[in-house]
């Protein structure tokens, strides 16, 4: 393919199909957790990083990660902090973030506000060999952390305090997990642009719930969507002179409208044979010495019909899964 005849696309393929695989791994925690939109929080944030890096003549990418590590764990003490007033500091630290970003880029020596529009919304043809080598680096710290502590982080986005009783260190790995968002957010802000890294960290993730309840088919599904949409919107900038990160999220939010509309049909199939198991269960089983006639349990001294919902021996039945939680 001639796309990949050029050495700045096989960077921008390569740094994708990362950023593909990062983000929805990070965002299914922060789905459960319901912070879905903490990504753009921190992209507002790592605005400053960016800055920084322009007025220090420093790798912009190392100056956000280092700035937005520190705003994601300012923003989890303001969540435990807080109290009422937590949402107005956390509004005051992402405009701030916003703010600090512009001032510094037009403090730096021949900087202007046009330098951070690469930053801001993508920009594949500016990525660099030593960029490949900082995304590749904070990439697999964060691949370390979302699989191999898979456990651990999905107990405390479920619940709390269940982890904590069950001796979990929750405040540790809600620290974890936000700085991981924070890593996410800066090796994806050379893809899809800080302001809507976001929206790749969270809509693969609820597309891949619309098919299903699984904790590890839906991280396996929002990966592959992930990696699908980023790969696809950039072999489309190669043709098209159009914002890699705007192409990307259009992409996914297609597939998303897609998904849905695909799963309700099968939601109902579902549902359809969940009573149907539930009306077979109703009716109990004949047991050989009960009643006279071979009762189904319903006479006195019946024995395995029980009562609807129970399991054989009137053990009630586990509780089902409500809609749209997701499962270990």
Known sequence: ??????????????????????????????????????????????MTGVGLGFLL??????????????????????????????DIA??????????????????????????????????????SASDVWAISLLAAFVLIVTIGLRRQLFAVSQDEEFARVTGL???????LTAVTAAVTVTVAMRV???????????????AAQQLSRSFAWTFAIAVAIGVTVTLSGTAVTYYEDVPPGAVIV????????VLTALAAPLARRRARAAAAAATEGECGLDVPGGAPGGGSGDA???????LP?????????????????VTA
Not at 58 to 86: D, F, H, N, Q
Not at 250 to 257: D, H, R, V
Not at 309 to 325: D, L, N, T
């Open 250 to 257: 259009l992409f996914t939010i297609a597939i998303f409208i």
């Open 57 to 86: 003549s420093t790798s912009p990418v190392w100056m956000a990660t280092l700035v937005s590590v520190l705003g994601a764990v300012a923003m989890e003490l303001i969540r435990w902090y807080g109290k009422t007033r937590g």
């Open 192 to 206: 899809v642009g800080l302001l809507l890294v976001s929206a790749l960290m969270v809509v693969p993730v609820a």
């Open 90 to 127: 956390l509004a005051m630290l992402f405009y701030g973030g916003m703010a600090g970003g512009v001032l510094f880029i037009n403090l730096a020596p021949g900087g202007s506000t046009a330098n951070l529009n690469s930053y801001l919304f993508g920009s594949l043809a500016t990525v």
């Open 300 to 306: 006195p001294g019946g024995g395995s019909g029980g």
């Open 1 to 46: 393919m001639e796309l990949l005849n050029s050495a700045f696309m096989q960077r921008s393929l390569f740094a994708a199909a990362i950023v593909g695989i990062i983000a929805p791994a990070v965002g299914i925690y922060l789905v459960q957790r319901r912070q879905a939109l903490m990504g753009d929080g921190i992209g507002h944030v790592a």
């Open 309 to 325: 919902g129970s399991a054989p021996g009137g053990v009630p039945a586990p509780a089902k899964p409500q809609a749209g939680e």
């Open 169 to 175: 260190p929750v405040r540790a790995l809600n620290l």
